[in-house]
């Protein structure tokens, strides 16, 4: 049995870090930039633009869902970046309370 209580810090922040770059691929730059080449990519083959309507729906509804995405993993990133911050706080005055007065 283990005395104390271990907080995972460094992989609170690893995790952070992660979703950071995975909200950089999700923003304006990233994926976002590069959804409007597919429908033009495809065109319309033998004069049938069907394809290009369905791959423009399907860009529409994922541009949707990759803002809700963001939206989700940006309050996720803030409240593991709290809790990092709260418990490292809390970690550095209890050190502090331990130390023996001069």
Same mark, same amino acid.
């Given at each position: 049995?283990?005395?104390?209580v ?8 690893e995790?952070s ?6 909200l950089?691929e999700f923003g304006?730059?990233?994926a ?8 033009e990519?495809?065109d319309?083959?033998?004069?049938d633009?069907r394809l290009?309507r369905?791959? !423009?729906?399907f860009?529409?509804? #994922? ?5 809700? %995405?963001?939206?989700? @993993? =940006?309050?996720? +990133?803030k409240?593991? !970046?709290?809790a990092?911050?709260? #418990?490292r706080?809390a970690d550095?005055? %209890?050190?502090?309370? @331990? =130390?023996?007065? +001069?």
């Amino acid at each position: 049995m283990a005395d104390g209580v271990d907080i995972p810090l460094r992989s609170m922040k690893e995790l952070s870090e992660a979703l950071g770059e995975i909200l950089t691929e999700f923003g304006e730059k990233g994926a976002g930039a590069r959804t409007g080449g597919l429908v033009e990519a495809i065109d319309d083959p033998l004069g049938d633009s069907r394809l290009a309507r369905a791959a !423009d729906e399907f860009e529409s509804a #994922w541009d949707d869902k990759r803002e809700t %995405l963001r939206r989700d @993993l =940006e309050e996720m +990133k803030k409240r593991i !970046d709290d809790a990092h911050d709260g #418990w490292r706080e809390a970690d550095l005055e %209890l050190a502090k309370s @331990l =130390e023996p007065e +001069k």
